[in-house]
């Protein structure tokens, strides 16, 4: 469902290391937002809700809610370190659009429902 390049896990795995809870794993979610209709949230979290999708990629525990796994099938998660302009990308196969900075992406479902006309 999602790829997460080794670089990108080293990292997280390197943040959570650095955390004072062991019980601590990556959730990554969408919600609506940003400039484009949707943002994408990563974090860590330690309470798994019963509908949350689980991912073991590279020994990283991955945890996904159910209504943002919709969103997020194929993504691919990279760390690319580059001083001051580093950070992580995210690379979304459904996204039609996105905005400049790469934080929200519109799908084509929603760039369909934008497409209507409005109704007086």
């Known amino acids: 469902m999602i790829t997460i390049s ?3 896990s080293d990292k997280i795995k390197e943040m959570l ?3 004072e809870s ?3 794993f990556l959730r990554i979610g969408v919600k609506s937002g940003g400039c484009s209709g949707f943002s994408y949230g990563m974090g860590f979290d330690d309470n798994q809700k019963e509908d949350d999708k689980v991912m073991d990629i590279h020994g990283l525990k991955v945890v ?3 209504e943002s796994s919709k969103y997020l099938y194929g993504v691919e998660i990279d760390f690319q370190d580059a ?3 580093g950070g992580f990308t995210i690379h979304n196969p459904n996204a039609v659009a ?3 900075c790469g934080s929200s ?3 084509k479902e929603e760039d369909a429902v934008l497409a209507q006309p ?3």
């Open 83 to 85: 001083g001051m302009g």
């Open 118 to 120: 409005c109704e007086d």
């Open 22 to 24: 062991s019980n601590l």
């Open 105 to 107: 992406f519109r799908t």
């Open 98 to 100: 996105t905005c400049g």
């Open 17 to 19: 290391a650095a955390e």
């Open 6 to 8: 080794e670089t990108a």
């Open 64 to 66: 996904v809610d159910a």
